[in-house]
């Protein structure tokens, strides 16, 4: 059974950094394409970066050139990170990790999600 967990949220300043964490187990994580999705109270759940299993990323365009995922296996553990640089208080907003065998930007693709972390950010 496939898990996701995050963490690293919080509450920041505009223009800050926050690095999220979302910990894979349960299966074989380098066949899955990864991404963090977000969802602001009365919107709709939106991507906001991918990274497929050949190391290959998308980024949304409202995060291009603020945000980076990467992903990293480490004592057997495999963990997708998203660095947050120059947070703005539109980014506010639930974030969740997600697992597919093909990256979309549908949320519906995904078969697995965790159980998101807050990100506020406070101008």
């Known amino acids: 059974q496939v898990q996701l967990v995050e963490s690293g949220g919080g509450s920041v300043q505009d223009g800050e950094s926050l690095r999220l964490s979302c910990a894979f187990s349960?299966?074989?994580?380098?066949?899955?394409?990864m991404a963090w999705f977000r969802q602001a109270p009365g919107k709709e759940r939106e991507g906001v970066a991918a990274?497929?299993?050949?190391?290959?990323?998308?980024?949304a365009d409202f995060v291009k050139g603020r945000f980076t995922i990467s992903r990293s296996r480490y004592n057997a553990k495999n963990t997708v990170y998203l660095q947050m640089n120059s947070l703005k208080p539109e980014d506010t907003a639930m974030y969740y990790c997600?697992?597919?065998?093909?990256?979309?930007?549908?949320?519906?693709?995904?078969?697995?999600w965790g159980q998101g972390t807050q990100v506020t950010v406070s101008s």
């Open positions: 990274i497929d299993s050949d190391g290959s990323t998308t980024n």
């Open positions: 349960g299966g074989t994580d380098g066949s899955y394409c």
């Open positions: 997600a697992a597919a065998g093909r990256c979309s930007a549908n949320p519906q693709r995904y078969n697995y």
